[in-house]
């Protein structure tokens, strides 16, 4: 018998009391009988594991795909997708409605209708990663296949959720589209936004520390680095002194344009065709077509010997 | 029967004695009974979950929070949390004392009391996190809801568990708080030493590769993004040639402060009240209440076309 | 019975028809009747964890190690090591003949041979790591011990699985080495490819960011900080406009060299021994031995009041 | 490449093909979307898990209860235990409805109400175990405590499954009753139908082999002991040669009454309050108050030296 | 530090010692390296559940079969019940050499070929437990559904595995059809020995102490109740005072026989068609078709009042 | 929002009100905190997997054991189980005083030392059981091997269990050897009772409803059959009419015995050396050494046609 949790045990009651008090909760709680669920991370995450076993099949998910089984995995694993996504779409949805009163067959019937839609997409996204992966391969000097890039390169995961996200943001899904982007946020350091535009054979190499940001939009054959921000200048406020929000405020990037690593493209600006934009610059202005920026060094560093 | 594994085997036996002589293991090794326990990674982690479900009721952890059970919730969670933490701490405890001999019903005592005293502090660190929370909704454009934030931003999650781990070290527990810390380094990128001192409203937007220092202090509504390093010049060495240790080597940063990605601010230097400090910049200086500084792009960057 | 399933089920069973179509799996599949066995993701984690546990007994891996059952620990971790080190590179050399006829006997001894071989190279993948760890502890003024070092610093994980990947690469295995590097990666954000060439007491601080490329050659007793990039300049194309692969293309860092945090060191240059690299600075040319470089702020920032 | 594999691919077709047929699938399958949900065999463990919980708290389920976490702790399961009876009940309405037409809402009603009123009856049902567990410590020489019987004794487990599933059975619910008392058979060899109706301070010993019937009827204060049958005649057929349903068809036990090992009682006899069945006996007719029987050993066994 | 540790840590090596000396392992170890593989219980187990799903879709296995997937499941599940049969016939032939030297690829193609025979009955298995579960549909008063005995009733788990065991016997597969019986056995508390010849619509009821030996022949439509024993008489002995073995020694019963609880029949009789034996009843001889056996009670039973 | 939840809810809480009162836990609650900890069931089962595993090693638990690695298992098993046991008889023994005080380290020690002692009966463990699996394989005609009768064989587990939990009770060891015989029980439907006295080379066969008495005394050469109870008579009453604790009460069979199917023996008779005890045989007297009985079936049971 432990005496010293005799000494304890009333205060931890009241502190347990002080938790639960509603005046303590406010905002930080989340009730699901006077609220509604949550859409959860766990299901998220499989949801994705599905996406990437359907995408690349034999790369992820299932182990030992062939000829024999290939449509018998694949028909399984879609209709598992099929029904979690409908369930986390419809929470996603009551949750977006923030409390009003609604016709819970009504958004039965959406959430199915949605979820749906985003399976008739898939084989639009493989082809679109398709791209992807060839691109990355042609660029990278290092890669030696594009099963490598498709099995090791983390570029892979957070483009590929991304396009998920993005896929389902365009079908009106709210708050799973985040969900789905701050995952590969986690995994692999690329921080890309499901509301922002990108076109076809997108490259990231390393990528920890890449910003792309909502309102972003870039075109095809783009290839960036680690640590490439596609930001907003944000210095803008409104009369409560609060970033307004909405407004059109990223990067608009053309075709064929590489961004080194460290750059940071900040507001409405446009980076034409074909430009590439060298490490560790800071752009908040539009750059031409073609045109080729690198940080001025000599001026820029001041150089001593060590004992100086 | 597998021949090759006969050719193996002496040489695999002849392995494991080497790896497993003291002289081979020198600093590297940790022994339980000569020595002593480790806190656990895993039950570490385990009270992070904890004290997520306990400060954000129905966002973490237990799902299906509602005013019938969450008293019961936790009530239940809070004692889990208080008989892991305690257990940790005296881990913890012995292991601070590098193998000096101890009175382990001291230590037992004094663990407890310790893991009661945070427990005593959740609501204040609940209190605070909403602050956060508030100041990361109203400051990010991209934000839809305060939930939306607490659900999927990372930096929630580091802002929180570095106010838990600076609450353990403030309380004299060593160790774990710095555990506690790289939990979130590893899942979001950002890296927050438990020492430092942060005032109330916090925020950190995107946040992957953000560094702040052991010393460093931080007032209220500070905002930072990316990449931000708030760090020691640490060019100072001993005799030995090493770093000395223990001295206030971090920026001081004023209330108000915006800090764009990718800004290093490097030694004790102050920021004042209000400051605004672009993005890639390099801070070895104070910088006045109310100062705005920018990268003055027109010197710095070299412009030609791309068949120059 | 839910109508609205009959509505999809027709839809469902199409899309399947599809992403099952052979055209459509072009590159993106891997088949294993018609194809072969695919390196596991799993299997390598868990190759990883023995090697922490064999490497550092006590800290990872097996908890509770003492002197009556290190050597059993290590005999039994030594042993499942090497089985699934055999198995993982048998897997590997397959997948590198790209499809091409094989023996398989002796494609399954030389998995064995160089999964025994790496297992020989234990002892002093130790001993290397005992130098980084004390390297660490000596060169961070916030590190407390050696245990903490080791217990807690992101790096160590990634220089740690940059050793093994390191060795096994050079001991001509394929494909599982860049899973290694990327494992790390995913962990800390810290990107070392494992065909670079790091010597002894190598410290890296914070890491998130961190790219180390595929040549690099890196001397004894460097530090380096987080965002450092040791990269390629690689604007040289071939005839087709893709970069040109196996070139040595990444810098040379001598020994005793410092590179602080977001420095961008790109291509062939040589980093003289005792150099130290200021932060934020982006270097294309050689720097001599005992240079200091830092930025030179005074032109480059622009300074003026908020209200400005 | 494993050629034996191409060999049979066809093969397993075929017989995929045959084995999902409907005409082949006759009685075999249960469908879900033209048909129903089934009950969980997983689900209703789980609810015996923690009907064990509630009713034996400390003893079975959640570990370290104590007079602090005592009833977050019940009312932590009592909510679990309604929601998963819920849907439970649920399923087993739909199931019993054998297809016909239902109305979600109304079934969905009716089962919480089930579920409910079950709840309702634990008080009661821990006060019967109470009864029966005294009857067991009492009864059994070999016995050490009330703990001992609770935590070791398999006829716990029989009769505590066995007064659930009589209760849920009494409160009209079906098939979920059967599925209980078979999982405490396949437990402990104690097969005790939930249809029987059995008086308090009831007690088995050993009891493998124990079989009691649907409409047996036992008083109180009864004791018996491993394979005894309280089985039905069952000779008498309908006029297609099957057993008639739905008879009383079981003994009915008085009071006080004990029965060795292996007796086996059959049809509706009434055994009076008070007798005492003797092992191995085989009776089907009326046993008087008070008597007493026993085998004829004398002219029953034939005695003869070995090498006869 | 715990003192008692070192005590006994000297104790402890020697025993280690003691228990992996070869001398002691006599009979008692199964060694890998220079012995062989066992067949695996896990895996057995996984097997019989993949049978069971196959057999019963939507009963056991894989929840939620329905007309879109049923052949997506019955599909997968086969391939992975090759794969897994594949892999334990090999081993349980190889254990079946004791030791002998083998060819391990034709070993190989046996262990495929049996496993794909296995695979082509699997429809015929279906059938024959179609009629099992009708009879004892027909044969229960309490049974309320064939859904109820497939889902609820022990005894087809206990024929299924037969069943199973049977086919692979019969085909020439060692050991592993006794593991599939065992597990049936332990299940269930029925033991039928795989050599058992069973005919169609076999029911049997409670079954707990069922015994079938390995020799024994059952005819069509055939019922047995709980406790009954079909055994050898087994008094003859070898020389050396060793039960005889591979002699057919167990009962032959003939068609629509019913046998009740507990009765014991012994040896190589024949029970005629049509009989009905009583419970509790030790038969040593032929029984004519049509005879029906009670015990003959009023001889064999003292009575007297208990205070006699 | 389900509106039913409502009306739920205040019922709820009041029977949880109820279920957590100190009146209603009376004998049916274990306390922690105010009580003492229990031997925990799932640390019980992993002892015993661990005593199979060191007992016949590469038959249960570790697989693939082989002379490389036997010693390394051996020890790192032997360890694990020391310190569970340790722990567990630990608890045991504060369980068996009852609320009584007690000294935690004098406790603590002399868990400890029980512990070791029975690690240390391990080889004559070992031994014993060599010596029933022997007689097992011999007494059975349909026994391949040693190898099938220690893999597949139930009565192995049964007499394994008994065998390590009699070591344990004669030890003095309380509550954990009867928690092991019920483990075996479930397993196997065998029910031996630690304390009975069992010779060498003991065997039983299909085994399912044996039950051996506390107090039984068996000799060397013993096989038994199913459904043979060695009971008590147990009509003797107290004062209070409860049976009469701790009384030498069952019987003492002699060497070299054979016990058929379903016999009874109950009291303290002596059943002398090489008797024969036919099945279904009732016995509560002596038997004389050599001596063979067996079921007078003549005068035993009517014989009439079924249409009679």
New interface residues.
């Given amino acids: 018998?432990?005496k010293?949790?005799y000494r304890?045990?009333g205060?931890?009651?009241s502190?347990?009391?002080?938790?639960?008090q509603e005046s303590?909760?406010?905002?930080?709680?989340?009730?699901?009988?006077?609220?509604?669920p949550?859409p959860?991370q766990a299901v998220i995450r499989r949801i994705i594991e599905l996406c990437r076993s359907?995408?690349?099949?034999?790369?992820f998910g299932v182990?030992?795909?062939?000829?024999?089984?290939?449509?018998?995995?694949?028909?399984?694993q879609?209709?598992e997708l099929?029904n979690l996504l409908d369930n986390q779409i419809q929470a996603g949805l009551i949750?977006a409605l923030?409390g009003e009163e609604y016709d819970a067959e009504q958004i039965?019937?959406r959430a199915?209708?949605l979820a749906?839609l985003f399976?008739?997409e898939?084989?639009e996204l493989?082809?679109c990663?398709?791209g992807d992966?060839?691109a990355m391969y042609?660029?990278?000097?290092?890669?030696?296949?594009?099963?490598?890039v498709?099995?090791?390169?983390?570029a892979i995961k957070a483009i590929g959720n991304y396009r998920i996200a993005h896929t389902l943001l365009s079908l009106g899904v709210?708050?799973i589209p985040?969900?789905i982007s701050?995952m590969a946020?986690?995994?692999?350091?690329i921080?890309i936004?499901p509301?922002a535009q990108i076109g076809n054979n997108f490259a990231i190499d390393?990528g920890?520390?890449v910003?792309i940001?909502?309102t972003a939009i870039i075109g095809d054959n783009v290839k960036i680095?680690?640590?490439v921000?596609l930001?907003?200048k944000?210095?803008d406020l409104d009369d409560d002194g609060?970033?307004?929000?909405?407004?059109p405020?990223h990067p608009i990037i053309g075709n064929n344009v590489v961004i080194y690593?460290?750059a940071?493209i900040?507001g409405r600006v446009r980076i034409g065709d074909?430009?590439?934009i060298?490490?560790?610059?800071?752009?908040?202005?539009d750059v031409a077509p073609?045109?080729?920026?690198?940080?001025?060094?000599a001026?820029?560093?001041?150089?001593?010997?060590?004992?100086?």
């Fill in positions: 018998m432990d010293s949790t304890h045990e205060l931890l009651k502190v347990v009391t002080t938790l639960s303590q909760l406010q905002n930080m709680c989340h009730m699901r009988w006077q609220g509604e949550l959860s359907v995408l690349f099949p034999g790369f182990e030992g795909v062939n000829s024999y089984n290939i449509e018998y995995n694949i028909g399984m879609c209709e099929l949750l923030c039965g019937h199915r209708d749906m399976i008739a898939l084989p493989r082809h990663l398709q992966v060839r042609l660029g990278d000097p290092a890669a030696v296949s594009c099963e490598e498709i099995y090791c390169y983390p709210p708050v985040r969900m701050e946020h986690a995994e692999t350091g921080d936004h509301g390393h920890t520390g910003v940001g909502a680095y680690q640590g921000t930001g907003a944000s210095f609060n970033p307004i929000k909405g407004i405020r690593s460290n940071t900040l074909g430009a590439i060298g490490g560790n610059i800071w752009i908040t202005d073609g045109e080729k920026l690198v940080q001025a060094k001026d820029n560093i001041l150089r001593f010997k060590n004992d100086e």
